[in-house]
């Protein structure tokens, strides 16, 4: 097992950056139908960033998240490409 897939929380409960703890302990959990009426909420903004808000199944819970897709491109990358 490469070091990556290693969570050191569940190892000795020390801060990770692994996808487990990045992605899914510091998300709140939602049930389904929850998680998407949120992201359609957000994506609804008439502010929010140009990457949608998706609702997903989390892989480690059996939560279902809420967060930005990879295709997120950050503000002041948006700003400049106004200009």
């Not at 050191?8 to 389904?32: A, E, H, L, M």
């Not at 903004?45 to 295709?71: I, L, T």
Request: with cysteine.
């Amino acid at each position: 097992m490469s070091q990556n897939k290693i969570c050191w929380f569940d190892v000795n409960g020390s801060q990770c950056t692994c996808p487990k703890c990045f992605g899914c302990r510091r998300k709140k959990g939602y049930i389904q139908h929850e998680a998407q009426e949120v992201a359609s909420i957000l994506n609804a903004k008439p502010n929010r960033r140009q990457a949608r808000v998706k609702a997903y199944d989390c892989p480690w819970c059996d939560d279902w998240h809420v967060g930005h897709d990879n295709k997120l491109v950050p503000l002041w990358k948006q700003k400049n490409k106004r200009k």
